[in-house]
């Protein structure tokens, strides 16, 4: 069995449903303090996170991830218990197998060995790890990182392990995220019966015309690194649940996900403005979750590409499709920041799972990757 496998199995029977980490990270101190790192361990409330640092010098290069995995839902569902590692072939299933305690296990066994050959490396090493990123992502890595701030503690490379591959791993890294914009918006009408429309306001029909034109807009064309800023409608709620009442208030929430062309302050104004020209009367929330970040071709980039190939042969493709991450958080600092994993197929699924040989093939990678930016050689 390889330490790799052997320790995602570890961290897979911690059932560390976010925002629990169930000891994950207890287990990762007594593993970290034996190669020589300074663990702190930091709580905002109720979300306990991890700062580990191997050196005092700099640069510093930083592994970044989550303990806390996503609820299972109907256990009955799953072919194997979720928190119950069982192997199958080249097989692994289990909550949390690719997203992402595959990885850290794979930074683990990745540090040891590179510590192992390499006990002067240059600059320092380090972990950063949380219980909150499935959930709301509020007092999880953007509190580590203000802290260090707060203590002029830098990072200068960041690997974060979500799951970025898509057919085999390596075959993709994401350099950067679009931003994501979302909003609660509530249009107000005046509620009567149905038969007598004429006394009452339909916020429904209100506001339609308004949503038909915010989704053929055209907010940008993107660019080299971006696809196009999307608008997507996830949720609309209106009525009492009677065929004979028409309802006295509209909610819509909305998510935009834009690129660098735009700013969220842009999106805000023209979606207001498209508001206004339809005459609604309306009440609106938005809430930022990132802003768009992209890190080009750097030492981090060129380190991971090289390590890729290095060990698999392949050319990777850097993108900056998908959902966010905690590298939002981490790279306004001015910090170098990629994201590496195992392949993405399964994530938040029932019977998620990854493949052994890659998880295998990841550790491989991630120690090459660290010969590559902490070396000299």
């Known amino acids: 069995m390889s330490r790799t496998l052997d320790y995602t199995k570890e961290l897979i029977r911690r059932a560390s449903v976010t925002p629990e980490d169930e000891g994950c990270q207890d287990w990762m101190i007594e593993k970290l303090e034996a190669l020589g790192f300074e663990c702190e361990t930091l ?86 790890i949380t219980a909150d990123e499935e959930g709301p992502s509020v007092n999880g890595t953007v509190k580590v990182v ?53 006394l009452a306001r339909n916020p429904v029909h209100d506001v339609a015309p308004a949503l038909a034109e915010l989704a053929t807009t055209v907010w940008d064309q993107g660019n080299d ?31 935009f996900r834009f690129s660098t062309e735009l700013t969220d302050a842009i999106l805000r104004e023209r979606t207001e403005a498209i508001f206004d020209k339809h005459g609604l009367d309306y009440d609106l929330q938005w809430t ?20 890729i190939r290095d060990v698999t042969e392949l050319d990777t493709e850097l993108s900056t499709a998908g959902g966010t991450s905690d590298g939002r958080f981490i790279a306004p600092t001015g910090t170098q920041v990629v994201e590496l994993g195992p392949t993405n197929a399964t994530i938040h699924k029932v019977d998620e799972h990854t493949s052994i040989s890659e998880l295998d093939t990841l550790t491989q990678i991630y120690q090459r990757l660290l010969q590559h930016l902490m070396t000299s050689v």
């Open 43 to 128: 709580w905002f409330e109720e979300v306990r996170n991890l700062w580990a640092r191997r050196g005092k010098q700099g640069p510093v290069f930083a592994f970044a991830g989550h303990t806390d995995v996503v609820p299972t839902g109907d256990v009955a569902a799953w072919k194997y218990d979720p928190f119950t590692p069982t192997e199958e072939g080249d097989l692994l299933y289990g909550r949390g197998t690719a997203d992402m305690k595959g990885s850290i296990a794979a930074m683990m066994v990745a540090m040891e060995d590179f510590i192992a050959a390499h006990p002067d490396h240059n600059g320092s090493l380090a972990f950063l």
């Open 146 to 198: 203000e802290h260090l701030q707060a203590r002029q503690e830098h990072m200068d490379y960041c690997l974060v392990g979500e799951p970025s591959s898509t057919n085999t791993v390596g075959d993709v890294i994401k350099n950067g995220r679009r931003g994501s914009l979302g909003a609660r918006l509530t249009v107000k009408g005046i509620q009567g019966h149905v038969a007598y429309p004429h």
């Open 225 to 255: 690194f971006f696809p196009a800023t999307s608008f997507q409608i996830s949720n609309i709620n209106g009525g009492t649940g009677a065929t004979n009442v028409i309802p006295g208030t509209c909610e819509i929430i909305f998510n």
């Open 288 to 307: 930022l979750s990132g802003q768009p970040f992209l890190t080009d071709r750097g030492a981090l980039v060129d380190a991971a590409v090289n390590a």
